[in-house]
């Protein structure tokens, strides 16, 4: 898995979110506690902390390293610095969406979300990460989207802007049609893989039958050191903090939505002259469709 070391990633919560569900579960009870009580730690010494989240001082530094900070002192600056900034930016965290909540209310709550997580995964990207992206799309003689739920139609969105601009493209969806395809790509292939968890079963397995024809991975993810990211090539990370309403994926959608545009201008205007060819082209056909 070729992606940025640790020390490029944002710090603080975004940091901390970005690894939680690869934590050991003791290590993860720290980092939930964090979370849970970011204002507190900072004033915390290191027994204290373990205290309270129910673990070892050595539970605690070990969670530390695993997300890349050298030990306890750095990580509470490192919040300290990290939550000076948000207040600064005007970030807050937003409500839960809740039974009852009338709908000026859950109109207000559903655009923190989406304004919560696009900001966020904004900070998540990495420049290098995105423009070897890019440059792995451009090089692709096929592109192909893989994912499921609410991230397949993430997919369908991906082959939908990149067939109108030329480039050969197929978002696939289904666990069977992905091994069938995957087992006979080339290392001239391409597949960008799409999961919130980066934990779905049958991705992993589909990805593993990609691995082993040469071809190219991109996953878009928010749990770096999740399963599919083994097979990555490169990861873009995504943040997104769901509702309890979890079915509905509001913000990880939303994310990888975006991420998807992110990597469809980037290459757009890498060809500008082609992609503003191919444009015109599609949109003249597509006017026979209107009234």
């Known amino acids: 898995m070729a992606i940025n070391e640790k020390s490029s990633l944002p ?110 995964t904004k900070k998540l990207l990495q420049n290098a990460d995105v423009e070897t992206c890019i440059q792995l799309i451009l090089g692709a003689e096929r592109l192909f989207f893989f994912g499921f739920g609410a991230s397949g139609l993430v997919a369908l969105d991906g082959e939908l802007k990149f067939k109108r601009i030329n480039h050969t493209t197929e978002a696939i969806i289904d666990n069977h049609n992905q091994k069938t395809v995957g087992a006979l790509l080339t290392e001239k292939d391409l597949v960008i893989a799409i999961s919130d968890s980066g934990k779905t079963r049958e991705l992993v397995e589909s990805l593993k039958v990609v691995r082993e024809t040469g071809a190219k991975i991109i996953v878009i993810t928010s749990n770096l050191g999740s399963p599919v990211t083994k097979y990555a090539d490169r990861v873009l990370l995504t943040s997104s903090q769901e509702t309890p309403f979890r079915g509905s994926a509001l913000a990880s959608r939303m994310a990888q939505l975006a ?26 056909v597509m006017l026979t469709s209107r009234l």
Not at 264 to 277: C, H, Q, R, S
């Open 259 to 284: 991420v998807i545009d992110l990597l469809f201008l980037g290459v757009a205007t890498a060809e500008y002259d082609k992609t503003l060819e191919a444009l015109e082209k599609t949109r003249k």
């Open 11 to 120: 710090h603080g919560e975004l940091r901390i979110k970005s690894h939680l569900n690869s934590l050991k579960p003791a290590e993860k009870k720290v980092g939930e506690y964090i979370l849970k009580n970011v204002s507190e730690v900072i004033h915390l010494s290191i027994t204290n902390l373990a205290e309270k989240a129910g673990v070892s001082e050595a539970t605690v530094v070990k969670f530390c390293k695993r997300i890349g900070y050298s030990g306890y002192q750095e990580l509470k600056i490192m919040l300290a610095q990290s939550g000076e900034e948000g207040q600064v930016q005007g970030e807050y965290i937003y409500g839960e969406i809740e039974a009852g909540d009338k709908i000026d209310v859950i109109i207000n709550k559903m655009f923190q979300i989406y304004s919560h997580s696009l900001n966020s």
